[in-house]
């Protein structure tokens, strides 16, 4: 072990990436290629039997798009918001068929949750920036690539932060994807040959979005009412005046 480096230090990081960490502060062997997340990880965050959470108003949700020009990956969508360090996710759907159908579907179950603006890939070019804006979707392409997405989700799997629905298809995909060691010492996480990864690919950007994204406050105006002086000309000796407290020096 590392002596210049605390037990706390080494702890918190051995939580957050166990193979990371276990090279880098314990001289632990890395193999070139090994598993990325466990399932008994994944299956901790699972809500069992919940395959999808109904929007809720006042609610502020993040969506994240997959695209995918109809070939053998899924279209996905993920839905999630962020109540208080909790990221919890509130739907995913892959769908395959005619790219422009998608969209539309998708589109109407975004705006449903009060979503508008949504993030993805650069896949095709502007096609989906375009595609989404005929339905009143602003989409973003400012994603991380998939690697950096699927490494800043890791911590929060292991920590359990996150509350993913009940989908075996999701499971499996996070299951089967593996981390590289590149030459240079940098790791990239991928699924292995005639595998996918449409619906965890999602599933992690929307997460990983909600937890670092800042949550707009919601400002409701003030309704119109008296002026201050006529506030104060209505004070009672109590500094109460209809149904407002006031405090008096």
């Known amino acids: 072990m590392n002596p210049t480096f605390s037990q706390e230090l080494i702890d918190r990081e051995l939580k957050k990436d166990r193979a990371a960490a276990g090279a880098e502060y314990l001289a632990e062997w890395r193999d070139d290629i090994e598993g990325f997340i466990s399932r008994e990880a994944i299956e901790a965050c699972v809500s069992p039997g919940i ?7 006042g609610v502020n949700y993040f969506g994240f798009i997959d695209p995918s020009g109809g070939g053998k990956d899924a279209f996905t969508v993920a839905i999630a918001h962020r109540h208080d360090e909790v990221l919890i996710l509130d739907a995913v759907r892959g769908r395959h068929g005619s790219p422009e ?4 579907e998708y589109s109407a179950l975004l705006k449903s949750y009060g979503v508008t603006t949504v993030t993805g890939d650069h896949y095709a070019k502007l096609w989906p920036v375009e595609a989404f804006a005929r339905h009143g979707i602003v989409y973003r392409q400012s994603a991380p690539v998939r690697s950096e997405i699927y490494l800043a989700m890791l911590p929060l799997i292991n920590s359990r932060r996150v509350e993913l629905l009940d989908n075996p298809a999701m499971v499996l995909q996070f299951t089967n994807l593996v981390r590289k060691t590149q030459p240079t010492g940098k790791d990239s996480v991928e699924h292995p040959p005639n595998a996918h990864d449409d ?21 409701h105006p003030p309704t119109a009412g008296p002026g201050r ?19 008096r020096p």
Not at 199 to 219: D, H, Q, R
């Open 229 to 247: 002086s006529e506030i104060m000309a209505m004070v009672d000796g109590a500094g109460q005046v209809a149904g407002y407290n006031y405090w």
């Open 101 to 104: 159908s998608v969209v539309v």
């Open 51 to 57: 395959r999808e959470r109904a929007s809720v108003v």
């Open 199 to 219: 619906i965890c690919n999602a599933v992690s950007g929307v997460l990983v979005m909600a937890a670092t994204e800042p949550v707009p406050l919601n400002f």
